[in-house]
């Protein structure tokens, strides 16, 4: 062999070999992000700030990433090369982590999909995760090779810029938008407009927290999720001086998270050439007067509620007002009127199908009508969002074959071909099959959205992916004893209640939580039912109850039993749940709350999937947007996710235990802070208390500015309440629900007061 | 005086990948216990079965064709690969090879052999699982080191050539550019004549062959 090396024509390095394929500015931008991870590693830049920059490049951390992980036995230290290194606060800089990529609208071309399979199994572990927002996320890539994998990913036009952070977020929309027999127009042109007006804007760089757009094409279906945006469209024509014009019915301030809200009605008509000023208004006002320091309160929702949307509105337009003229607020408009909806294929002449049993099935489930007589819009299932290299590669030749080019990811982490013949589809089934990928399960019950949940998210609680494999093969197991009104149900789950997972848009939602059982913590899921998932994420589901995970697939039988058992009529599940009521529910489940002794069953106490012992040791700080989240914030978070369910208890007429909620909050709160001084405080009520009393109240620390100690009050009357008897009436229970409330608000001061918080 | 031509060097087109891929099949697949692996992982993790600096375990095993339940470590994946229907042992090198391509792929099948022959011996008392000896697949995933080319193949070959010659004993080796056109560079191996080695003996050779 010869061993005389030659250096070959081609550069050895990717910025070299892409060279020109990578535009100006984006190369520029990946050049600058790599020098910043240089100068981290020589220790020029603090890990706040670094953490923050790579964050806005779409680089995460992952689970494990603290440089520690409890292996069932003990909690073990990773010991990694540089273990002097950071890249964030208390993040090994050699820990694997995640990096999301942002798709628009979930569109994909397929020599997209080849670079996509390329840079997954080169830096990552070959699987392309779709998430709930149309990402894409790659899981175990190493930060040094972040800045090869966003060239290459650049050469063919994909950015992962604000993919995280505090900024603006992908902006979604319906995968159906364009061949939608319901639509009123194709809001394709405006998601992208939106996309490309804002990624980067100068307007759009001083948030507290991320903002979330969604556009959809009509107000009845589902697949835009309107409702739970930051902001976001509602296709809308009005006819106006006898022209008809394009516009959306806008919406703000909807969102998820530890205390989900609906999106609050802008506009009933914003014309489309005023879409891209309000959106750049709305970043303005946001960023202006939106929460920076107390991230738990920073989203945009919050600011509408405070605000309300009266003024908010007129600030919004106050500040359009004075906004200078920018070209690019029309220009895009002249594009969006040629019409991107004609066919890509001219329909040639169509054999009848006569299918067999398993493409029968498919096209039941899997394929729907387009707009456009003799196409179809084919949904390709992902299990749990989740695709192989090799698979994507063959995707991308199906795609190419069958659709012409583009490929659209869903909000429910599948995929979709349109423009699919008729004639074509018994041949597509064929192709998918031999990829693995014909299985006739897209949005029916099986179909389970999960967030990552343990499996990679440093805030996951209990393993959301882990009860989404056991409870799809429960139901599959079930076959034909699943009622057809069952198959068309969602189920939807989150590894905490930051809802990434989407559980308060589902028919039957869960979301990890954590509950101390026989000294054990022992993971659960607390069961919310009767979401609405049409009508753009219409209403939220009702907490029922905290179930172990253990037992929540027999929970979802009970439901779904009591559901087809009791239905009255063509009810739907939503309908069902509001009917019989919170308390029947709960009833239903209560035996299923019990848990066992570690001696009588030990698998209560560990995760789905999981062998190892149930931990909360392994959670670590989030990242979840931007700047990390300290455990005293997500212990705040947590708080007022309590008052949230307390509300939701007062507001079934159970006052009794809406105050004992109220004051579990209390609770969690004052043991958050108290946590910082007294590290191994338990959950004893009066330790809490007292613990709180000792380090935070006598000292003074935790003394209003101008109110003194009158919060501390509120814990410690209400503790007294607790162990004197207290009567629940539903106005003093409404009183409770306040003052947990200001307690919660007064410890969200103390914490920005005393914290070391670095502004963004 | 005469002018003698230099002698024409032919450029190499492959420089040495950060990230290999050995794949080794399991004898019985019928019989091969996915849910088990989980276990499996998890154990090597608390005893440090396995060199590297072991991270967590994986389980895609809802993916059809997919990796399986995977043993992630910083310098490593260990995945029960099923691609293409069969399922087997599939090493990654993820970073921190040395040396010649050679060097590194050798290292790369003596981690897959070593990893193999744990399991092999950990799973003996209930459901062994055994591995083919005479079946490889090489995945070279670093498109920069190693381009998914006819004279990369050409390249590769010879040295992996070089490599098994050693491992096996001199038996006939064939060597089969396998999968997608755009996929990265994967060698399908086969042993061909009369031997017989077991996993065991496998690693003991390819130790001292490493040296």
Not at chain 1, 252 to 263: F, T
Not at chain 1, 321 to 331: H, Q, W
Not at chain 2, 14 to 27: A, D, H, T, Y
Request: hydrophobic content about 40%; overall charge negative; some cysteine.
């Amino acid at each position: 062999m010869n061993t005389n090396k030659v250096e070959p024509s081609e550069p050895r390095h990717w910025k070299g070999r892409l060279g020109s394929l990578i535009g100006d500015k984006l190369s520029r931008e990946i050049d600058a992000f790599q020098g910043q991870i240089e100068q981290k590693r020589e220790g020029k830049l603090t890990d706040e700030v670094f953490a923050e920059m790579r964050l806005r490049r779409g680089v995460y951390g992952q689970r494990y990433d603290n440089g520690h992980r409890h292996d069932g036995v003990s909690s073990r230290e990773l010991v990694f090369p540089n273990a002097e290194l950071t890249k964030g606060p208390g993040t090994q800089w050699d820990a694997p982590g995640m990096v999301r990529i942002k798709n628009p609208f979930g569109a994909m071309t397929t020599d997209q999909m080849d670079v996509l399979a390329e840079v997954s199994e080169e830096y990552a572990d070959a699987i392309l995760h779709v998430t709930t927002r149309q990402d894409i996320q790659l899981h175990f890539v190493h930060l040094e090779e972040t800045p090869d994998l966003m060239r290459r990913l650049a050469a063919v036009g994909i950015t992962t810029h604000e993919a995280c952070g505090n900024a603006v977020r992908n902006v979604t929309a319906c995968h159906l938008s364009g061949v939608c027999t319901t639509q009123t127009f194709d809001v394709t042109p405006y998601a992208a407009a939106v996309s490309d007006f804002l990624l980067g804007h100068p307007d759009a760089q001083e948030f507290g927290r991320k903002a979330k757009p969604a556009f959809s094409g009509c107000a009845d279906r589902p697949c835009g999720l309107v409702k739970m945006h930051d902001f976001g469209g509602i296709a809308r024509i009005r006819e106006v001086d006898g022209v008809e014009r394009r516009g959306f019915e806008f919406y703000v301030g909807g969102g998820l998270g530890a205390v989900p809200h609906q999106a609050e009605l802008f506009d009933e008509f914003l014309p489309e050439e005023e879409l891209l000023p309000i959106c750049q208004s709305i970043s303005r006002v946001f960023a202006r007067l939106g929460e920076k320091d107390v991230r738990s309160r920073a989203r945009l929702k919050f600011l509408v509620a405070k605000l309300g949307i009266e003024e908010f509105r007129r600030l919004v337009l106050e500040d359009r007002a004075g906004l200078a003229e920018d070209p690019r607020f029309t220009a895009f408009l002249d594009d969006v009127h040629e019409g991107h909806d004609g066919p890509l294929w001219q329909i040639e002449r169509q054999d009848k199908l006569t299918p067999g049993p398993q493409l029968e099935a498919w096209l039941a489930a899997n394929v729907a009508a387009q707009r456009q007589p003799g196409y179809k819009v084919v949904m390709i299932y992902l299990p749990l969002g989740d695709i192989t290299s090799d698979q994507m590669r063959g995707l991308a030749d199906v795609a190419r074959r069958f659709t012409g080019d583009t490929v659209r990811m869903t909000v429910e982490q599948n995929m979709a071909f349109r423009w699919v013949r008729e004639s074509d589809l018994p041949a597509l089934h064929e192709a998918l099959d031999e990829l693995g990928l014909a299985e006739a399960r897209a949005e029916t019950i099986t179909d389970i959205t999960a967030c990552p949940g343990t499996d990679t998210c440093k805030l996951g609680i209990s393993s959301s992916r882990g009860l989404a494999r056991v409870l799809q093969d429960h139901l599959d197991g079930l076959g034909e004893e699943l009622d057809e009104v069952v198959r068309g149900l969602r189920i939807k789950i989150s590894g905490c209640f930051n809802s990434c997972g989407q559980h308060h848009m589902a028919d039957i939602g869960f979301w990890g939580v954590s509950r101390k059982r026989n000294g054990y913590n022992v993971p659960h899921f607390q069961v919310v039912l009767g979401g609405q998932w049409a009508e753009n994420a219409g209403s939220y589901g009702l907490a029922i109850v905290a179930v172990p995970g253990r037992n929540i697939p027999a929970a979802t039988d009970r439901i779904t039993e009591y559901y087809v058992d009791e239905r009255e009529g063509d009810e739907s599940f939503k309908a069902f749940v509001t009917r019989v009521g919170k308390p029947s529910l709960r009833t239903l489940l209560e035996d299923l709350v019990e848990v066992p002794t570690y001696e009588q069953d030990p698998s209560f106490y560990s995760n789905w999937g999981d062998p190892r012992e149930f931990t909360l040791g392994d959670m670590g700080i989030g990242e979840c947007a931007g700047q990390v989240v300290s455990p005293v914030e997500f212990g705040l978070q947590a708080s007022e996710r309590e008052i949230f369910e307390a509300q939701d208890r007062l507001d079934q007429g159970d006052s009794s235990g809406a105050a004992d909620i109220a004051y579990r909050a209390m609770l969690i709160a004052a043991r958050t802070l108290a946590r910082e001084k007294e590290v191994g405080l338990g959950e004893n009520p009066d330790d809490v208390v007292t613990a709180f009393k000792t380090h935070l109240y006598d000292p003074g620390l935790f003394h209003d500015p101008y109110a003194g100690g009158k919060f501390g009050n509120y814990l410690f009357r209400v503790h007294g309440e607790s162990s004197n008897g207290f009567e629940a009436t539903p106005e003093r229970a409404r009183k409770r629900i306040e003052e947990a409330q200001l307690f919660i608000e007064a410890a969200h001061s103390y914490h920005v007061r005393t914290a070391d918080v670095v502004p963004v | 005086m005469s002018v003698q031509a230099a002698p024409e060097i032919e450029p190499l087109v492959v420089s040495e990948p950060q990230r290999i891929g050995v794949k080794i099949f399991v004898e019985d697949q019928e019989t091969f216990d996915r849910a088990r692996m989980i276990d499996v992982f998890h154990h090597w993790i608390q005893e440090g079965r396995v060199p590297g600096t072991l991270i967590d375990v994986h389980d895609y095993t809802h993916v059809p064709e997919g990796p399986g339940v995977m043993l992630i470590a910083h310098e490593w994946h260990l995945r029960t690969d099923e691609a293409g229907g069969r399922i087997g042992f599939e090493y990654e090198l993820k970073r921190g090879g040395s040396g010649t391509l050679a060097e590194r792929v050798r290292a790369a099948i003596v981690s897959v052999l070593e990893a193999g022959a744990a399991l092999e011996q950990d799973t003996a008392e209930e459901n062994p699982v055994r591995f083919a000896t005479r079946e490889m697949v090489f995945r070279f995933t670093d498109r920069l080191a190693v381009p998914a080319t006819e004279n990369a193949f050409d390249e590769v070959t010879r040295e992996l050539e070089s490599v098994l010659t050693d491992f096996y004993g001199g038996a006939p080796i064939e060597l089969q550019r396998v999968g997608h056109a755009r996929g990265p560079l994967t060698i399908h191996m086969s042993v061909g004549g009369d031997g017989e080695w077991s996993l065991a003996e496998l690693v003991i050779g390819a130790r001292s062959a490493a040296g």
